[in-house]
């Protein structure tokens, strides 16, 4: 039987996923550094249920939106496991305006996630610019990339 936090953070990547698939303004990507990949995902936290939210500690409301990190490492039979590290950001909007993310780190059996929450203006342009360093390794891997939520 699953616990009830691991439910929570499969309802997190389903709602992702549902969200993609459905063309709502959610944004997922990743960034191939080698044996590593980076992966995230953005997505107002309003697409959370309250009970998701609650179990993994979020503030649920319009104008917060959730970050989602993945480090990923490729292993010798070319299937990617999540790895853990260390996760830190900034997201700056279209004049320049920075706020610092504070990233956590969630593990649940074998997955890891690093989740921030941020504040957001309905239809403003964010970049986020991220650091991953996986544990065990010595250079950073850097991703930037740009999304616009909208308060629904």
């Known amino acids: 039987m699953m616990n009830k936090a691991l439910h929570s953070l ?3 990547a389903t709602t992702v996923l549902l969200a993609a698939l459905l063309s709502v303004p959610a944004h997922a990507g990743s960034e191939d550094f080698g044996e590593y990949q ?9 697409f959370l249920t309250p009970e998701t939210a609650k179990a993994n500690k979020l503030q649920r409301s319009r104008g917060i939106g959730i970050v989602n990190i993945a480090i990923m490492q490729e292993d010798e039979n070319g299937i990617l496991k999540p790895v853990s590290g260390q996760v ?26 690093f989740i921030a929450q941020y504040q957001y203006s309905s239809g403003e342009l964010l970049t986020f610019n991220i650091t991953a360093r996986p544990t065990g390794h010595s250079q950073d891997l850097p991703v930037r ?7 629904d």
Request: net charge neutral; aromatic share 14%.
């Open 88 to 113: 830190e950001g900034k997201v700056s909007n279209d004049i320049q305006q920075v706020k610092f993310l504070a990233f956590r780190r969630i593990q649940e059996g074998d997955s890891v996630y």
């Open 10 to 12: 499969l309802a997190v």
């Open 38 to 46: 980076v992966h995230w995902s953005v997505l107002p936290s309003t």
């Open 145 to 151: 990339f740009a999304h616009t939520l909208f308060s």
